[in-house]
């Protein structure tokens, strides 16, 4: 299957060690992280999810967010927010190689991409 590669977008970066409430539960984004792959900075957040309001019962898991490949970082504010211009990754090749980096790395369950 042929990927299709997406237009850079803004990456609103979350603020770190605040709850986000959901309704089954939180989030909690507790760092930022940029690893190197193939000459290109990869920036992604690594935290904990908590669904203790849930009708199917409680759980949690450490996660990791990829927002993408870094084009412009913090290059300006909204909001009182730095924003990021980032390119989605949408190669399931390098998808996998750099879940495989991020493992080797952090302890997670769970890695999205954007």
Known sequence: MRQIKRDP???????????IEFI???YTPLEEKIIDFK???VLYVIGNAILDNSCCGIGGC?????PGFIIDFKYKKDAGLSVSKVEPIQ???ERQEIKTMINGRELVTQIDFW
């Open 9 to 19: 977008i803004d990456y609103k970066h979350i603020p770190l060690s605040s709850d």
């Open 24 to 26: 089954s539960g939180r």
């Open 39 to 41: 000459d290109r900075k």
């Open 62 to 66: 450490r996660y990791a967010i990829v």
């Open 91 to 93: 190669d399931l090749k």
